[in-house]
């Protein structure tokens, strides 16, 4: 399949990702299923199209240059578009067999997704691709057409996205249930003092609100680990080693891990939603799939807006589609 006027051909990217995904041209023999000699045949004639080598050759190896790391970035898009393609003809053919995309924060992989999932394929027969990442990365895996849906929190951009609520949720402190926080009713910032914290990584929004607090209230933070991703701080906690503060929709993920968790002030407010591309039309199975993450969210119907504050209760907002 010849994709430009220039000669570039379609095996040709596909030979080249897999020589730099497998790290050599006799695995990437084996993944594409031909022979060595015609991986390095279809690797020159890449390099005869482009008109600039892509790798450095020694003995019997090949090394990437950077041109090659480069180019592996836009060559994965344009393979994962086509991909997406095809799956969206096969889609046009049965409906009903369409994979469906859905990205979102990797935590969600403890409950929820597997709830998505298993409402999906109660109903129709299609298969579900799961991606991760941070809530900007969600964004752009939908605008890049990655992912069909996705699970990610306000504010967004209506400009280009539409969305559905999903919930509403405030800070919550997490700890080992055998912890001296399971007899509190809230915690404080003062109750941590001494406390040994699970803490998201600076980078992130909450983290600098969870130090203001705490030196605020004159308590100089004692951080026993850093972490990058939700969902890595479950463990730690589990092995007593901290507490760590996350919202509720979060900790409702940890319910494997057996923790506890108590309200905690000072708290924000997060709006979780499920969201998707602005004008995207929606097949059977995309709408079987979208109620699928409404109800894995609501199982018994109620959209949640959180749970019992510290203080007095706080006005709840819910945010319809824009």
């Known amino acids: 399949m010849e994709l430009l006027q220039g000669g570039l051909k379609l095996r040709q990217l596909q030979v080249f990702r897999e020589v730099l995904r497998t790290g050599s041209t006799r695995r990437a023999a084996t993944a594409v299923g031909i022979s060595q000699p015609a991986v390095s045949q279809y690797v020159k004639q890449l390099e005869a199209v482009l008109g600039f080598a892509l790798f450095k050759r020694s003995a019997n190896r090949i090394l990437p240059l950077q041109e090659a790391w480069e180019l592996l970035r836009n060559v994965e898009l ?54 991760s990442g941070s809530h900007d990365q969600i964004g752009e895996h939908i605008l890049s057409g990655r992912a069909d849906l996705g699970i990610s929190r306000l504010p967004l951009d209506s400009r280009l996205f539409e969305w559905a609520p999903l919930g509403s949720a405030r800070n919550v ?80 993920e940890y319910k494997a891990f057996e923790l506890e968790a108590k309200p905690v002030e000072p708290s924000a407010l997060y709006h979780y939603v499920a969201v998707w591309q602005k004008g995207r039309t929606f097949s059977n199975a995309l709408n079987v799939s979208l109620e699928a993450i409404l109800s894995a969210f609501t199982p018994d119907g109620v959209p949640k807006d959180g749970h019992a504050d510290c203080g007095p209760p706080a006005s709840r907002r819910r945010f319809a589609a824009q």
Do not use: W
């Open 78 to 131: 344009a393979l994962t578009s086509l991909d997406r393609l095809e799956g969206s003809i096969f889609a046009m053919k049965n409906d009903d067999k369409q994979r469906i995309s859905i990205a979102a924060p990797a935590v969600f992989g403890f409950v929820t997704l597997p709830r998505v999932v298993a409402i999906i394929r109660s109903k129709i027969a299609s298969s579900v691709r799961s991606i």
């Open 173 to 252: 402190c997490i700890f080992h249930p055998k912890h001296r926080f399971s007899k509190h009713t809230c915690i404080q910032a003062q109750d941590l003092a001494g406390e040994t914290i699970v803490d998201i990584d600076p980078q992130f929004a909450s983290h600098q609100m969870n130090f203001n607090a705490l030196r605020f209230a004159g308590i100089e933070p004692d951080i026993v680990v850093e972490y990058d991703s939700n969902g890595h701080e479950a463990g730690f906690v589990s092995a007593g080693l901290g507490v760590s503060i996350t919202n509720e929709i979060v900790a409702r």
